[in-house]
């Protein structure tokens, strides 16, 4: 079931349960949601007609990855030294997947790696021919804020990371997020909430 932001104008008062005027309310329509957020929070009156015509947003997570950065490490664990580092910037449209074949194309153009390739969420990022499989591994991605354009480090995005064998086996990790993360509201920790109702 969907969710939706309904807000009152901030004209005219409009904040009528302890300072509030936005109700977070899941419903199967704006419509609905309005009605729901007027019927749990006004008395009837002027008060029930501002949330019924409230703004009600649907809050559905960007259908893209953009601004999500992914980066990938290796390293020979003898000595530290860096045996490729490649970033990508997701652009506007994209997913996980071309995420992955971006990945491919720039792991393929280092001095190290030819045969990098990316199926079903798994970034294969050396195959046995390049024979750097006795490697280290380290994946990173930042997502970016509205509020803070700068980037905040995700985990949890990569898992299973596949290195430091032998030489002639693969350097692996899985790309496990599909949407991109958005935080859609803070509450203070001295707000008590009002209760949820079931509709």
């Not at 004209?11 to 609905?32: F, H, P, Q, R």
């Not at 490649?86 to 720039?106: M, P, Q, R």
């Not at 990173?140 to 995700?154: D, G, K, L």
Request: aromatic fraction near 4%; glycine fraction near 6%.
């Amino acid at each position: 079931m969907p969710l939706y932001m309904v807000r009152m104008a901030d004209e005219g008062g409009g904040t009528k349960i302890g300072g509030y005027n936005t109700a977070l309310v899941s419903a199967d329509n704006a419509t609905i949601a309005k009605s729901v957020a007027a019927a749990r929070f006004a008395n009837g009156g002027d008060v029930a007609a501002q949330w019924t015509a409230a703004v009600a947003t649907e809050l559905a997570s960007p259908a893209s990855l953009m601004g999500v950065t992914w980066r990938v490490l290796v390293q020979d664990p003898a000595d530290d030294s860096v045996v490729a580092d490649v970033s990508h910037t997701s652009l506007t449209t994209e997913d996980v997947d071309d995420a992955g074949a971006a990945l491919v194309i720039l792991l393929n153009a280092t001095a190290s790696i030819a045969n990098s390739s990316y199926a079903s969420n798994v970034l294969t990022i050396s195959s046995i021919a390049d024979a750097i499989g006795d490697m280290r591994v380290s994946v990173f991605c930042n997502a970016e804020t509205v509020r803070h354009p700068e980037a905040i480090a995700v985990a949890g995005v990569w898992s299973t990371i596949v290195d430091e064998g032998i030489a002639g086996a693969v350097l692996q990790a899985t790309m496990t997020m599909v949407i991109q993360p958005h935080v859609w509201a803070m509450v203070k920790a001295d707000e008590v909430p009002v209760a949820s109702t079931a509709t």
